[in-house]
């Protein structure tokens, strides 16, 4: 547990003062597949927003 805590209090100030962070989005659903979106050509499913991302 001291280890975790050790390495997490020294890559704090590192990924606090970074220069440039990146934009990562995470979709978490239950019951979805892949076809299940516009964007991947689902003809039923209409995704403007996730489609808009993608």
Known sequence: ???IFAV???LLPAAL???EKPNVI???A???SWN???CYGSQTARTPN???LA
């Open 50 to 52: 996730i489609d808009a």
């Open 36 to 38: 299940d979106y516009g």
């Open 26 to 28: 995470f979709f978490i």
């Open 30 to 32: 239950d019951d979805v």
């Open 1 to 3: 547990m001291h280890r």
């Open 8 to 10: 997490a209090i020294t």
């Open 17 to 19: 003062f970074a220069a």
